[in-house]
């Protein structure tokens, strides 16, 4: 990655420095919140007039950027001050980590002297964030801070995709230097993109010719390679049906007929059973986690494997593969596409999984006296035409969203998957709203998550940003109730809400149009009300207390063993 050429600069602060970088990285906001020890940097932020997005708490900040990474692929920027700062940011730090979103946080820090005296506001952010980012740093010499920041954003960018951090103490950002921007990153240890073994994609194209169930799972790295477009064209010069996880959907159209669904635990029938009876399975940017891979010794037991990741240490961490391939997802299916193997024999198995379809399909009790969550995703996919950015918080409506909205594009989805933090939904939003401007952005939300980080809907009103909120009240931790009740016998301990805030006084007190949904009747109409406006709204919807996710894979059992709904 190429930085700007190296040129005779004007003496200024670590602060201007920062910012004169940012702004040579393209950066086109920063999420943030203030303190004492980035005030000279704030300072900065003001005289420059570089745009920077208030949140309401540190949390949100780092929610914010992953929204907006997620959405558009390039970093999210976030600057906290030190001590609470920092700690407040550590969540949103480590679920960008697990999802491998780009971030690049800035935290303040003490003055250098004082570091390791426990000063007021003073943490070691660097030995709380080193299991949680790609890399981090303190600045030491004013000098050295655009080499930093250029590292920082390369490394963040670049192979598997990730958050840095720069913890940025107060001395530093005030010190003064005329030292020019650094010309480009050398980091010769640091290998992001690594050669794919050719021989290794022969072999499993051979192998692809001779498979009589193939079947192809996309996940994240799909989306992180931009590879969304040669999926679909591989899947369809050789009519491989392709199973998504939580994180690929989008990778292909839900209305293609290749198109399986989403896999594992509450993925829909028949891409579980594919996975579970194919013969050849080529993976594609998931890391065969415990919500796809239920039953890692018994997954796809009568199946070849093949991998495909862009990181080597996930290559046999989980599932052992005959073709482990480390590369970026574009990149190899592009070789796989310029291979001449012959197109598998697959009729028998494409008629097998229409079988399934038509005697399992996804579907819930539709009823007249209450409103289905499932419904109102639909619902609100129908308004949408599928075309929305759809972002959620955790929980059972995570799950809904999932399962019954079209999915049509690539970078659709806006969720937390491998960490499930609750809370992430509204800042997310926001992040991704403020990437995509001109796109409608839907969030659907539960009635836990939304009192994790309530205050950020002051920064949808501060901004006027025209998000849908879909709040799915069942006064439940729904998710964690359906655990209770399948597995302990239905104590519920803690997940029962006796008293709740009232939504719609909540929403108007930041100045949001409210609207709650109670009548199955004319739901539609009044989902379609609420979306005719073009500034944000709550839309709460009260929906059955009890209703589950389904189906469902109990804890440890393979896929292949799916509770459906009675």
């Known amino acids: 990655m190429q930085a700007p050429e190296e040129q005779a600069m004007p003496e200024r ?11 040579a990285q393209n950066v086109e906001m920063i999420f943030g919140y203030p303190g004492g020890a980035v005030l000279p940097l704030y300072d900065a932020v003001y005289r420059q007039q570089f745009r920077h997005i208030l949140v309401r708490h540190e949390q949100g900040a780092a ?33 960008a980590m697990m999802d491998s979103a780009p971030i690049v946080v800035f935290t303040g820090q003490v003055g250098t002297g004082a570091i390791g005296s426990d000063a007021f506001q003073e943490a070691d952010v660097l030995s709380m964030t080193a299991s949680i980012t790609k890399n981090n740093y303190q600045v030491h010499d004013v000098r050295d801070l655009p080499r930093i ?20 103490p107060k001395d530093i950002v005030n010190a003064t230097t005329n030292a020019p ?13 690594p050669e794919i073994d050719k021989r290794q994609v022969a072999a499993l194209m051979a192998a692809l010719s001779q498979a009589h169930k193939p ?38 159209p839900n209305a293609s007929p290749l198109f399986l669904g989403m896999g594992g635990m509450h993925g829909v029938y028949t891409a579980n059973i594919a996975l579970s009876e194919c013969d050849l399975l080529i993976n594609v940017g998931s ?12 997954f796809a037991p009568y199946a070849t494997i093949a991998h495909i990741d862009i990181d080597a240490a996930e290559l046999g961490k989980i599932i052992p593969a005959t073709y482990p391939i480390e590369g970026d997802a574009k990149a190899v299916l592009q070789l796989m596409l310029r291979s001449s193997a012959t197109k598998p024999e697959v009729s028998a198995w494409q008629q097998q999984l229409q079988q399934w379809q038509a005697a399992h399909p996804l579907s819930y009790e539709k009823g ?20 929305a950015y759809v972002v959620t918080d955790v929980g059972q409506h995570q799950m809904w969203a999932a399962q019954y909205y079209p999915f049509k594009h690539q970078h659709q989805l806006i969720t937390s998957g491998g960490l499930g ?32 980080t309530s205050e950020e809907l002051e920064v949808i009103a501060a901004n006027d940003l025209d998000i849908k909120i879909v709040l799915l009240n069942n006064h439940m931790l729904g998710m964690v109730r359906q655990w209770q009740d399948l597995f302990y016998d239905r104590r519920r301990s803690a997940t029962v809400f006796d008293h709740q805030p009232n939504f719609t006084k909540l929403a108007e007190a930041y100045g949001i149009t409210a609207h709650h949904l109670t009548d199955p009747q004319t739901v539609a109409a009044d989902l379609a009300a609420a979306f005719a406006t073009t500034h944000a709204a709550l839309i709460e919807v009260a929906i059955p207390e009890l209703e589950p996710v389904m189906p469902m894979i109990a804890p440890g059992k393979p896929n292949n063993e799916m509770m459906e709904r009675d």
């Open 181 to 193: 921007l650094p010309a480009a990153v050398n980091l010769p240890q640091y290998r992001p993109t």
């Open 368 to 387: 007249t006296a209450e409103i289905k969550p499932q419904q109102v995703v639909e619902l609100v996919g129908e308004l949408t035409h599928g075309d």
């Open 63 to 95: 929610h914010a950027a992953e929204g907006y990474a997620k959405a558009t692929g390039k970093p999210g920027v976030v600057f906290v001050t030190s001590g609470p700062g920092a700690t407040n940011a550590i969540t949103g730090i480590a679920d």
């Open 421 to 452: 933090t609750m809370g992430f939904g509204i800042p997310a939003a926001i992040g991704t709203k403020l990437a995509a401007p001109d796109k409608q952005v839907v969030l659907f939300i539960g009635d836990g998550g939304i009192q994790m």
């Open 287 to 298: 890391r065969f986690d415990d919500r796809l891979a239920t039953a890692p010794q018994k």
């Open 13 to 23: 602060n670590g602060a201007e420095l920062l910012l004169d970088t940012l702004t």
């Open 215 to 252: 079947l192809l799972l996309v996940g994240n790295g799909v989306h992180a390679a931009a590879a969304q477009t040669e999926v679909q064209r591989f899947a369809q010069r050789y009519q491989v049906p392709v199973v998504s996880t939580l994180l690929g959907l989008g990778v292909m």
């Open 149 to 168: 920041i250029n590292e920082a954003f390369y490394v963040a960018t670049t192979g598997r995709k990730g958050p840095v951090l720069i913890d940025l």
